[in-house]
């Protein structure tokens, strides 16, 4: 489920279950995604990105959905495994020169449950 | 073999100094960046250097002040240090329009 208010939002699934995250972003002009997975202590770490061009877009048990219409992204994890306890963001690229601006979502907390 | 390598880990210190933390990228990156990480886990981009040159200041007061002195490093001076600056920050680089490769992280507390 999700909690609302000052707290992170957080996903508790049970270890071999399917998890998904959902990502709202604000720039309808943004052309490219990313999805982070920041464990504790740790810095953000690159899961998997896709560009404007695709809906789709599959890496090793992680897939994203990007729904440009209504500015929708999402993570799907497949068979959840305690390691992938975490807390996950979702980043998008404005098109601009000369480097990115990443903007970050408000990341969502992933529990796994033995 | 660290990627983006950031120093020190942990920063403890009183309100009203100066800081300095330092940031190494080993990836022939053009461009490298710092972030701010809040006690609620928001990350916001502070600043973006391309080759040296600034070319991201978000709004950032004047007390931090990004200093390149070539395209694989890139240190973040803070001066009169205030409570509100305690955070972790995130040194970052990449190319453009791919994913950003973050350091492990600074935890600044100002006491």
């Known amino acids: 489920g999700e909690s609302v208010g000052l707290h992170l939002p957080t996903l508790s699934v049970q270890e071999g279950d399917n998890s998904i995250i959902n990502c709202a972003y604000s720039n309808s002009a943004s052309d490219y995604f990313i999805w982070y997975k920041q464990e504790s202590g740790k810095g953000p770490q690159f899961i998997i990105d896709?560009?404007?061009?695709?809906d789709k877009r599959q890496g090793q048990r992680v897939t994203v959905l990007l729904n440009k219409t209504v500015k929708h992204l999402s993570l799907q994890i497949a068979a959840t495994q305690p390691g992938d306890s975490a807390v996950y963001f979702c980043a998008e690229n404005p098109p601009r020169g000369g480097g990115n601006k990443l903007t970050f979502g408000t990341g969502t907390q992933l529990k796994v449950e033995l | 073999d660290t990627a983006v390598s950031q120093t020190p880990k942990y920063l403890v210190t009183q309100m009203g100094n100066d800081k300095s933390i330092k940031c190494e990228q080993n990836l022939g990156h053009d461009t490298m960046y710092w972030y701010k990480q809040d006690s609620k886990k928001f990350l916001k981009i502070m600043f973006s250097?391309?080759?040296?040159?600034?070319?991201i200041n978000e709004t950032v007061p004047n007390r931090f002040s990004p200093k390149s002195p070539d395209k694989a490093h890139l240190n973040l001076h803070i001066n009169s240090l205030e409570l509100g600056d305690s955070a972790v920050y995130f040194c970052?680089?990449?190319?453009?329009?791919?994913?950003?490769?973050f350091g492990q992280g600074t935890r600044l507390t100002v006491v």
């Open positions: 250097y391309n080759n040296k040159e600034l070319i």
């Open positions: 896709i560009r404007s061009n695709m």
């Open positions: 970052a680089s990449g190319e453009s329009n791919t994913e950003a490769f």
